[in-house]
């Protein structure tokens, strides 16, 4: 048999067997749907928990004598703001009403009409920070131009904010130009700055080395041409000894204005050959051992001071002469002590090439007996 079923006086169009609708009774029920059932092709419905032979439920007790329930009011639409009146004027772009909303109680809240320069900035700053690597001033320029531009347009939005926006566009805006001139300040300031800090050390170190070497240049000299009788010393601390050098007669043990000798030699004179000295001096930690990264100074009997062409080479007789800002001039006791030293050296090479012109012409003759010899002899 199947049966009609209303659901919340509503009748369903299908009819349903008594399985399905114990199997859709949990689901109605969970809904609270008010549900009856009649049999097919009667109008005759009754409850659900009746057809599923379950107990009703107890009606609704009556009211007490002399209860009412009070009546039922109608929806009454709230009343219209009231509009507040004031001798003062309004705030710019706000009327009287709810405070802090531009338009009052409706809400009717319009954006900015207008755009500050905002943009403008931001473009400039851009620019100005990649330009300031490779053109300096351009890019400078262009970068003080955004932080100009960009503190404009943000006054103009902090001033009249209903009528401007691009609030973050004028920070972003100081923000790059403000990174460009601190780039560009480093590139041209700071670091040319480091630059001559640098060369300034460095050519300090080359005037005390300039100056170490000519002490031992003047005391070689004056040793060679009175004690030495031709030879160099062949230590410096002999000429110290001899109260020719001062603290540099130390060199070669220990470290002297931060530097030490790394090496030192003596050539005597012979038939052939005059004597002659060389010298090499490096700075040198505090232990005595040669810096890394830094220049070393080479001298001869010639007089010329030499600085290693690369860092951490051992200057030599074959590197260029130091010229430029490092050079010191003599002073005049200096000057003439180099003048006599020079005078002598060219006295005893003068000397030398007589000695060796008569050794030659000595030789020749006998050279010359020798082959007159054997020429009688073969008669």
């Not at 299908?14 to 399905?20: P, S």
């Not at 419905?45 to 107990?55: D, V």
């Not at 439920?57 to 009211?63: D, G, K, M, N, T």
């Amino acid at each position: 048999m199947r049966y009609h079923v209303k659901v919340n006086d509503y009748v369903l169009e299908e009819v349903y067997a008594e399985a399905d609708i114990r199997g859709y009774a949990p689901g109605w029920r969970e809904y609270q749907a008010d549900v009856e059932v009649a049999p097919e092709g009667t109008q005759e419905f009754i409850s659900l928990a009746r057809f599923l032979g379950e107990p009703e439920p107890p009606p609704v007790p009556a009211l007490p004598p002399g209860v009412e329930l009070p009546p039922v009011q109608a929806y009454q639409p709230e009343p219209p703001p009231v509009q507040y009146q004031s001798d003062f004027p309004p705030p710019p772009g706000q009327e009287y009403g709810q405070p802090g909303f531009p338009g009052g109680w409706e809400g009717d809240y319009k954006p900015p009409s207008k755009t500050s320069m905002g943009l403008l900035g931001v473009g400039l700053g851009i620019v100005g920070l990649f330009c300031v690597p490779f053109f300096h001033i351009f890019g400078t320029i262009v970068s003080l131009g955004g932080l100009v531009v960009a503190i404009i347009a943000l006054r103009q939005v902090q001033g009249e904010p209903s009528t401007y926006g691009g609030k973050g566009l004028a920070i972003n805006g100081i923000v790059t130009s403000s990174i460009g001139l601190v780039v560009a300040f480093a590139l041209i300031v700071v670091i040319p700055g480091m630059g001559k800090g640098l060369f300034r050390g460095q050519a300090e170190k080359d005037q005390q080395a300039q100056r170490l070497l000519r002490e031992i240049n003047m005391a070689q000299a004056i040793y060679e041409s009175g004690v030495g009788r031709g030879d160099y010393a062949d230590s410096l601390a002999k000429l110290g000894k001899e109260g020719l050098l001062g603290d540099a007669s130390k060199l070669e043990d220990t470290p002297v204005e931060g530097f030490k000798a790394i090496k030192f030699e003596t050539m005597n004179r012979s038939s052939t050959s005059v004597a002659g000295f060389l010298i090499v001096i490096a700075p040198v930690d505090s232990k005595g051992f040669p810096r890394s990264g830094e220049y070393s100074y080479f001298l001869d009997q010639t007089g010329v001071i030499r600085r290693s062409i690369k860092t951490d080479d051992l200057a030599n007789a074959s590197c260029p002469p130091m010229v430029g800002v490092a050079d010191i001039p003599l002073t005049e006791e200096e000057q003439r002590r180099a003048d006599a030293a020079k005078k002598d050296r060219e006295i005893q090479e003068m000397r030398m090439r007589e000695l060796h012109e008569r050794e030659e012409e000595l030789r020749r003759r006998q050279q010359m007996e020798e082959a007159d010899f054997r020429r009688r002899m073969g008669r």
